[in-house]
């Protein structure tokens, strides 16, 4: 893998061609004193409201729907801090949520500091731009999630996102998922 497929999985670099079929998302810039507080063995003191902030959009019946986000930062996900959350999930409300997760979770710590170990090029490490990912909390089902690869516009293999389990329906599926993927 080289250094420049790296930043190409950033989420800000895929999701502006994906918008329309993936969960909707905010982009927010990561300051560099929120990075170094995150790499800070420290610990986590987080201050500000404790209430959750509420966005709501008016729905068909005018009432308010409440808007809860679960986080993400451009390449890792924090599947390996979930244990640390009040709920065991994801599903943040507050920025305490967010901080909790992120200084709990091995994935960003590495994502922080050798965000290119796994890279075969000698070239120098490009800058990242680090970034907050507000996603709109969705219940996945995780049999039902799947990766797809796109080169040139053109989807070239899709994969199941949770590698750990086997879905026998999947199998059994096979032809219908990837027509439903590719439509």
């Known amino acids: 893998m080289k250094k420049e497929h790296v930043l190409h999985c950033q989420f800000s670099a895929w999701y502006p061609f994906f918008r329309g079929v993936t969960i909707k998302s905010v982009i927010l810039p990561l300051p560099q004193n929120v990075k170094d507080y995150l790499l800070d063995d420290g610990t986590l003191v987080v201050s500000g409201r ?86 709109k909390w969705c219940e996945l089902i995780p049999g039902a999630e799947f990766r797809c690869f796109v080169k040139e516009n053109k989807l070239i293999g899709i994969s199941q996102r949770d590698y750990t389990q086997y879905y026998d329906h999947i199998s059994k599926q096979k032809e219908e998922i990837c027509r439903c993927i590719q439509d």
């Open 50 to 135: 404790d209430d959750p902030p509420t966005h709501s959009q008016p729905d068909s019946d005018d009432e308010a729907e409440e808007i809860q986000w679960s986080d993400d930062e451009n390449t890792a996900t924090l599947t390996d801090a979930y244990w640390i959350a009040m709920n065991s999930s994801l599903k943040c409300k507050t920025l305490s949520d967010i901080f909790l997760l992120f200084k709990s979770s091995d994935f960003i710590t590495r994502d922080f500091t050798q965000p290119f170990i796994h890279c075969t090029d000698d070239s120098p490490d490009p800058c990242i731009e680090y970034e907050l990912v507000l996603r």
